[in-house]
């Protein structure tokens, strides 16, 4: 992702500014799909991971560049707004929506596949999103190892599973760029909005003056 994002000026060329995060939520799409069904194979399960950073790389910087293109007379502040949205849908809420599911799938299938050790283990949990039943597994302890195993072998197929789940996140994304793409050339084009200084036509600027104290 570091290596890639050095390269974004010459794809975004190639592809449009809102080409470049329709193919990476495509991308990301495909990745997480691949990745919650990869099994546990290391070699697939890296090549699976790494699709899935090919399209989340870019999300970032051209999202911002965008808003910065199309409403330039937001400025800094519109970026900050646009930059903190971003960090609590994935700090606050998208990391703890993720577990829910994740704790929400493994309660399903240990009620399912090892119902003798569920009502020992099963807890009910309170959080940001509705109450629900997780497997606390502080409780543990109370199984012999085998069935210590089989919780764990449950644990880590159910949250692998999970994440082909969320894959309809970049899913809808991909939806909303190739919205927009349509839109933009249905207006004739994307074009970048440029602010217009009042002293002569040609001072023509976006996002500032020139020079210093010219207005």
Not at 27 to 50: Q, R
Not at 115 to 128: E, R
Request: some cysteine; aromatic content about 12%.
């Amino acid at each position: 992702m570091f290596v890639l994002r050095f390269f974004a000026g010459p794809i975004v060329h190639r592809i449009s500014p809102l080409g470049l995060p329709a193919c990476s939520s495509l991308l990301a799409t495909i990745g997480l799909i691949w990745l919650g069904n990869a099994g546990t194979s290391a070699g697939v399960l890296f090549l699976a991971a790494t699709l899935y950073g090919f399209g989340k790389t870019f999300f970032w910087s051209t999202t911002l560049g965008v808003v910065s293109e199309q409403y330039p007379r937001g400025g800094a502040l519109l970026l900050n707004t646009i930059s903190g949205v971003g960090m609590i849908a994935i700090g606050t809420l998208g990391a703890t929506y993720i577990g829910t599911i994740q704790d929400q799938d493994f309660n399903q299938a240990v009620q399912a596949q090892a119902s003798d050790m569920h009502d020992q283990v099963a807890q009910d949990k309170t959080g940001l999103f509705p109450d629900y039943v997780f497997i606390d597994k502080s409780k543990y302890d109370a199984f012999l190892k085998g069935q210590q195993e089989t919780l764990d072998g449950i644990e880590r197929e159910t949250k692998q599973h999970a994440l082909a789940k969320i894959a309809y996140l970049p899913a809808i994304m991909f939806v909303c760029y190739v919205g927009l793409i349509l839109y933009y050339k249905s207006q004739g084009g994307y074009k970048v909005e440029v602010l217009v200084g009042h002293k002569a036509e040609d001072e023509k600027f976006t996002g500032g003056t020139e020079g210093p104290g010219e207005a």
